[in-house]
């Protein structure tokens, strides 16, 4: 089993099992793997029949947990499909032991039912789920009730130490360009703690790889990208992966040639395979038609049915959200031609729970303030007729930010949306100049479920607190935010601008620090999302696109350095 960020339009399967399979994976960019989605029959600590031909097979939180946040959803899995019209909250009871009132809802892809409290659960308690009454499809009953019971974490933080000083920070992994370098994407986790990611250079190709990375810190290239000529190249965007261990991925040129500003003979970029026994192939080629996108610089979101969902940039041609069937034949679901519709979708897809993807564009939105237009918030809703998109928010490069390079994170608790942008809010210092113009360090923001209503969480100053964010916010198992910042925190780095942050903010907007990179051993400018781990909370990955051992540097990287895989402990 894996850890990430998956969507679904046939089937929500990832969202019902979010805290099964997920340890706090962002709008980015992190995807479940192998691995039984069920779990034991029955987990320790729990009651319940071990013989039913219909039962519950296992539930989040677990039996017995503690420090359990708030804001937690309850995720029943059955035995088999249920009988919808027996998943209720008659059948399914949460007691404290007085009952809590909520909602219940059932997806049969998945034959999961999620109850989600009306409100977030008090803290310091022990709560008390109870399933009975629940039928199979079949009419079959359970033998007896189930029950599982847990605890509350101290406070709405969930125990965090954030902005106390004691997070522990440590390099898993520096990259020597031998065996890659310069990753820019987040990373997934698998059921035994091995983590997998690309590097955008180095290998033995010089134009990167994908790598697993065990705990103890052993790195394996699952392959080097770059040959044959017909092979991708420079992947930016982390993996994904589906049940049977199969990993999914772009990179930004590589694969045939074709028109793109930034392909020339180098190619227009590739959507990837690579299966269980390490052996890569091409899925689809962009610039197969004059329709298609080109330099995808996202990772992919999967659904049920095996169908990969991802946006391209295509200078010349046309930005594009598409979708690639697991036989390899795209879908265009929309081209963005700029102007007020938006361009440049840097960001992955996210999809919330009703199906409806959901992305960023970096330009484009029809504002002034930025040379090409400051960005706008999108959706794709599918209907009968096909993929119709909305724009839904429209950044002015003010105070509310400008120029989001980095995708949605969506919390299906509460049904809002969390973001960053490259510029904007009030900053003013001299590093965060673009396009000659001095527009603020970047903002985190919220958006409503409607994607209409922002609300700025934080405004960078590009000085201690960091600035330029480019990676999707990781939403944790608390209910926080962390996400990494690519300039400011210390500015006597070897980056002129500093080289970046690690930070973690309330949804309330209270912010702190947890690392601030020095450029040296511990790496630096980092861009791709964190991920939690799905075992232990208190721990989180990363990756830096520069940093690590100064002797290494690449003909295009950051340098001085290769970047380095870190882990952050608090």
Known sequence: MFCGISGARRSLWPFALFPLLLSGCGSGSHQPLPGNPNGPSNPPGSTGSTSASFSVSSITPAAGAGGVALNTAIKVVFSSAADASTVNTTNI????????????????STST??????????ANTTYTVRVSGVTSSTGTGMASPFTS????????????TAGTGTAQFTVLHTFENTDGANPNAALIEDASGNLYSTTQYGGKYQNGT???????????????????????????APLVADANGNLYGTTYVGGILCEGVNSGSAGCG???????????????????????????????????????????????????AYEISPSGAETILHSFPGGSDGILPYGSLVMDASGTLWGTAAAGGGTSACARG??????????????????????????????????????????????????????????????????????????????????????????????????????????????????????????ANGCGTIFEITPNGQFSTLHTFA?????????????????NPSVYYGTTAAGGDPKCQTQYGDGPGCGVVFKLTQ
């Open 149 to 160: 019971s847990f605890s509350t974490a101290a406070s709405s933080s969930g125990g965090s």
């Open 519 to 535: 450029g040296g051993s511990d790496g630096g400018v980092p861009r791709g999302a964190l991920l939690q781990d799905k075992n």
């Open 270 to 320: 590739v959507v990837f395979k690579i299966d269980a026994a390490g052996n890569e192939s091409i899925l689809y080629s962009f610039g197969t038609n004059s329709q298609d996108g080109a330099n995808p610089p996202s990772g992919l979101i999967l659904d049920s049915a095996g169908n990969l969902y991802g946006t391209d940039l295509s200078w010349n041609l046309h930005s594009t």
């Open 113 to 122: 039912a999620t109850f989600t409290p009306s409100s977030p659960f008090v």
């Open 374 to 495: 400051c960005g706008t918030v999108f959706k794709l809703q599918h209907t009968s007729s096909g993929w119709t998109e909305t724009v839904t928010y429209r950044f002015t490069g003010g105070k509310d930010g400008g120029l989001p390079y980095a995708g949605l994170t969506y919390d299906p608790v509460h049904q809002v949306f969390y973001g960053t942008t490259r510029v904007g809010g009030t900053g003013t210092a001299s590093d965060c100049t673009y396009d000659n113009q001095t527009l603020g360090c970047g903002v985190v923001f919220k958006l409503d479920a409607t994607g209409t209503k922002e609300t700025v969480l934080h405004d960078f100053s590009g000085q201690a607190d960091g600035g330029w964010p480019r990676a999707n916010l990781l939403l944790d198992s608390s209910g926080n935010l962390l996400g990494t910042t690519t300039i400011g925190g210390d500015l006597s780095c070897p980056h």
């Open 93 to 108: 009871q949460v007691t404290d032991p007085k009952a809590v009132s909520g909602a219940v809802a059932y997806d049969a």
């Open 210 to 236: 994908a790598f697993k990375l065990t705990s103890s810190g052993t790195l394996t290239a699952l392959h080097n990208f770059g040959y044959p000529s017909t092979d991708g190249a420079r992947p930016m």
